[in-house]
């Protein structure tokens, strides 16, 4: 498996260097509100961050607590372990992971660079 801190940069496995490109953040928000729904979680299981094909505009954000897989990216953010296919990698590049709970909060919020059109939910993209 690579290992990358995704605030960073890309850290090779093979040479070590770094390769400078912004990945995957949580906002500190985000980070304890995963915490908090990781704590009934199996303490192998970590945050696995994907897209998938669907939603109103082509592609859904999707996170669900799981194993880590062979073919997996994992990275840390704000203390939070995360896992990331690599097709999925592609799309969500620069991203950042926000959680509101104010009044007028609606939850997990994903602010990606990438996205040339979002749905007004804020759950799939193009």
Wanted: proline share 2%.
């Amino acid at each position: 498996m690579a290992y990358f801190t995704l605030q960073f940069g890309l850290i090779d496995n093979l040479s070590g260097f770094i390769i400078v490109k912004t990945m995957i953040s949580l906002t500190l928000e985000a980070a304890k509100q995963i915490e908090k729904m990781s704590s009934d979680s199996d303490s192998d299981n970590i945050l696995r961050i994907f897209i998938e094909p669907g939603g109103c505009s082509g592609f859904e954000y999707g996170m669900s607590m799981d194993k880590p897989r062979e073919t997996d990216q994992l990275g840390e953010s704000q203390g939070v372990r995360f896992a990331v296919d690599g097709e999925s990698l592609e799309y969500l590049s620069g991203t950042e992971i926000h959680f509101d709970d104010g009044l007028t909060g609606k939850g997990f919020e994903i602010r990606n660079p990438n996205a040339q059109s979002t749905c007004g939910c804020g759950k799939s993209f193009s």
